[in-house]
């Protein structure tokens, strides 16, 4: 899910028509009146379509290795940085010069960016959507002073279903499946 589709923004993405030429980005936040469309993007899981890619999943390879729901946040590794979106919605240039002349405005953004992933966070925390299987890492969770949550598995048969998340305007975005090993195949 792009950066900018989260935090209710358009990031385009100019591609030129010659084959392997490199693309001009499109900043979302060009000049500040834009920051009235940034919207904070909330925790929420549609359980609906949660629910229907799971049996899906289960129905495809359920009888062969374990299945485990993640219903963590969208807001992890890149997405919860305040860094990422910044230089995206604005453009790295724009930025370092925000800094000495729009200091005010930038520090804005800079703490919507901040205050939106923890509220996400806390939002995923209570309707218990962390559990010890979630994970924003590039690699397999790995700890000996927790008590195994599912002891039964291994890496080798195990496959992680994140939850078909919505923000709370009703868009929707595509489940995605995460094989162990650090491997990521889109369903």
């Known amino acids: ?7 209710g923004l358009h990031h385009q993405l100019l591609r030129p028509e010659d084959t392997g030429g490199a693309f001009k980005e499109v900043h979302p936040i060009q000049g500040w009146t834009e ?8 925790h929420q899981v549609d359980e609906e379509r ?11 390879v359920g009888d062969l290795i374990d299945i485990d729901l993640d219903q963590g946040t969208l807001l992890r590794r890149h997405g919860a940085s305040i ?13 370092m010069l925000d800094m000495y002349e729009h200091p005010d405005e930038l520090h ?10 923890l509220l996400n966070h806390q939002e995923a925390e209570e309707a ?5 299987t979630t994970q924003c890492n590039q690699a397999e969770v790995y700890c000996e002073e927790l008590e195994d949550p ?3 598995r291994t890496v080798k048969n195990a496959v992680s279903f994140t939850a078909t998340a919505r923000r709370r305007n009703s868009r929707s975005f595509r489940p ?11 369903c």
């Open 128 to 132: 218990g959507d962390w559990s010890p």
């Open 35 to 42: 920051l009235d469309q940034l919207v904070v993007p909330h």
């Open 50 to 60: 949660t629910q229907a890619g799971l049996e899906m999943l289960h129905d495809a």
């Open 150 to 152: 599912a002891p039964t």
């Open 83 to 95: 860094a990422e979106p910044l230089c995206m919605m604005r453009g790295i240039e724009p930025v």
């Open 108 to 117: 804005q953004l800079a703490a919507t960016l901040r205050d939106g992933p």
């Open 1 to 7: 899910m792009p950066l900018g589709k989260i935090w």
């Open 176 to 186: 995605k499946c995460m094989m162990s090993s650090c491997c990521s195949t889109r």
